[in-house]
C-alpha cells in the first residue's frame, strides 16, 4: 500500500514541488568564485587550489586549513564576487575537534562561502577514534564477571593506548558511545529489550499527584532474582519511567538489598517521585553483557569490552571523542553541502547567531545529542537525511517575541527518523522556538515521543508526514505546544499524521494543545489511526478546521481543564499569569495581531473560549471528547459525521475526497494530499531551499 506521501512522490516525481525556491547554491563551480580542494591525500602547506597532487602541489589536507586560507584571502583582497567554494573529496576525515567558524568566516550576500562534497564522492566527518586493537578477554576476574554465554566472544581494547584520555560518564552531557558498521550499539543492559517493573516502593515518604500514589524516595523492590548478580559491580544506572509515562531519567543505583530484594538510587530523586508498576531497566553492568552489539567500558582500567554482532574485519569500531562537527557563531553567508557527520559526543552542527546560514543535502548520524541546532535568521537545514541521533534532529531558534520579528528559520524535506535513542522524552524530530519559523515537507518517524514541538509566535507546521512516534509514551503529542496564552498565530496546516497510538496501544496525541495553549489553528490535516487527533487541552481561540479524521478515537479532545484542576493548581494559574505579563500584549503591535488576547483577564481567563470546530470530516473510530463544561463555549459548524465521505481509495490509504462528496456542501476545501511529505525529486538532497513556502491565504472559519 502506498502512503499519501508516496501517492505525492509518484504524481509529481520530477517535478518543482509548490512554490519552493530552490537555488543551485555551489551545486557546480561558478566562473567568479574561487575553488579551494580538500583531500585525503592533500596537505596543508600546499596551494590548495589544485584537485589532485602533481608537481608538488595540490589539495589542502584539513577543512581547518581551507578556512584559514579564507581569511587570509579576505584580508588580503576580499571575496570573489560570487564567493568561494570548498570542495571535498571523497574520504574519511577524522576530526580531533570541531571546525569551529567565527565571523571572521563568513562570507557575504551574493558572495557565499560553501564547504560541499565533491559530486558524487561521500564524504564523512568523524568525531570519533577507529578502535582496531581487539584482543579475546583472558582476565580472570573479568571472565568471572561475564556472563557465561559471553565468555570467549566478547573482545576487549585497551582506549589509553588509542590517545582516548577523556572517557566521559554513563550519562550526561559528555557520553562516550560505540558504534560499529555505522550503527550504535547498546551500553551492557538488563533487561536486553523492554522495561522490568516496580513491584512495589518502599521509600518511606508516601505522596499523591492528582491522586496517584506513590514515593519521594528513590526506594523500590525489584521482581525476579538478576540484580543479585550485580551487588559488586559499580556505577550501575537505572532508566525509568519513575512516576509518569512521559517523564523517564536516568539514576545511579545507590545500593542493592539482595536479600531484601530492594535497590535504592542515588540522590536527587526524581522530580514527581517513583510509583508501583512503573517501568525500568539497568544499564552499564558488565555481567549483563550478554548479547551481541552490547558494550561496556571500565574507566578505572581504560578497557572496552565489546560483542561484536559481525566478524570484526566486516566493519570499523569507532568510539565517538569530540563534542561537534561544526560550530558557528555569528556566521552569515555559509553553506554546508552533502556531507556525512558522525560520532561526536554532542550536537553535529552548532550555528548561533547565523544570517543566511544554510545546511543542505547532509547525511547526519550517531550523534551524541542533535543533528543540527541552528539559532538566528533567514538560514535553513534542507534536504537532510537524520537518523540515529541521541537527542533531537533539528532545532530552529529565532525571531524576537516582544517585536514579533520573525527569524525566518526552516526546516525542508528533511527526512528525520529513528532518533531520541538516548534523551527518550522531549526530544523531537524538529524543535521550533521563537518567531515566524517553518517545518515544512519533512517525514518524521520512528521516535519514543514527539514528532516536532513548538513554542513562540506565527510558525508555520505544513506539508509534513509524521508516523510511528510517540511509541514509548502516553499522555504525548506527535505535534506539540502547551501552557501559554500568548503564543499565538502558528498553522499546523496540510500535514498528514498516521499510526500513532502510544506506548502499548494505551493512546496519545497527533496535535496536543496542552495546558491552555491558544491561538493556533489546526486547519486541513489527514490523522489516520490516532488517538485523540486533534487536542485542546482547555486552551482559548483555536481553530479545528477542514482536516480529515479516519479511524481516530477520539477525532477532537476539547477540556475546560481551567475551570477545574489546573485552575485549582497555583503554580498552573502562576505559570499562566507569569508568560501573560512578560508579553506586551496589550500595546499597538500585538494588540493589532492578536485582539482577543488584550481583554482576556477580563473574560473569565481559565475559561476555553473562542475555539471553533467547523468543516471537518470523520469517518470511522470516534467523532469528539469534549468535556461537559468546554461544550457551551466550543462552536461546531457544518462537520461531516457518519456519513461516508467518499474517499478515492481508502483500501490504499488514498483518503482524498470524490468531486461528488457531501463534505463539498458544508464548505470543505480540497486538501492537498498529494504534495505532502518529502519533495518527489530524487536529487533532492543536491538542493537547498532559498526561502520557505509561502502560506496559502488561511481558510475562512
Sequence with gaps: MRSLTQYGRFLLHGTVLLSLAFVALGATARADNLTLHVAPNGNDAWSGKRPEPKDGDGPFLTLERARDEIRKLKKASGLPADGVEVEIHGGVYPSSSPLQLTAEDSGAAGSPIVYRAKQGEEVRLVGGVEVK???????????????????????????????????????????????????????????????TRIVDVVGGEPHKIHGIPGDKIGRFIYEGDRPSRWTNEKDIWLHGYWFWDWAEQRQQVESIDAAKRVISVVPPYHHYGYRKGQWYYALNVLPELDAPGEWYLDRNSSILYFWPPAPLDQGKVLVSVIPSLITMASTSHVTVRGLTLEACRGNAIEANGAEDVHVVGCTIRNTGSWAVSLGGKNSSVAGCDIYETANGGISLTGGDRKTLAAANLIAANNHIHHYSRWTRMGQPGVAINGVGNRAVHNLIHNAPHMGINFSGNDHAIEFNEIHSVCY???????????????????????????????????????????????????????????????????????????????????????DARGLGWAGAMPDHVETMNTRLAEMPYRESLWASRYPKLVPILDEEPMAPKGNLVARNVCAGGRWDDVEGKARPFTAFQGNLIDQNPRFVDPEHRNFQLQDDSPAYQLGFQRIPVEKIGLHADPNRASWPVENAVRPADKPKP
Design 133 to 195: 586493537s581487539f584482543q579475546p578477554v583472558t582476565d580472570p576476574a573479568a571472565l568471572e564477571r561475564l556472563d557465561e554465554t559471553a565468555r570467549g566472544k566478547v573482545m576487549q581494547a585497551d582506549l589509553k593506548t588509542l590517545g582516548v584520555a577523556d572517557l566521559g560518564q554513563v550519562s550526561g552531557s559528555n557520553r562516550l558511545e560505540v558504534f560499529f558498521q555505522d550503527k550504535p550499539m547498546t551500553l551492557a543492559r538488563w533487561p536486553n529489550e523492554g522495561f
Design 472 to 558: 514509548e509514551s502516553n499522555d504525548a503529542g506527535a505535534i506539540y505546544a502547551g501552557r501559554d496564552w500568548t503564543m499565538r498565530g502558528t498553522v499546523i496546516r496540510h500535514n498528514y499524521l498516521h499510526d500513532i497510538t502510544g506506548f502499548l496501544g494505551k493512546g496519545c496525541v497527533g496535535v496536543y494543545l496542552d495546558d491552555q495553549f491558544s491561538g493556533t489553528e489546526i486547519v486541513g490535516n489527514v490523522f489516520y489511526k490516532v488517538t485523540s487527533a486533534a487536542f485542546i487541552g482547555g486552551g482559548r481561540d483555536c481553530t479545528i478546521a477542514n482536516n480529515i479524521f479516519v479511524d481516530c478515537d477520539p477525532a477532537i479532545h476539547v
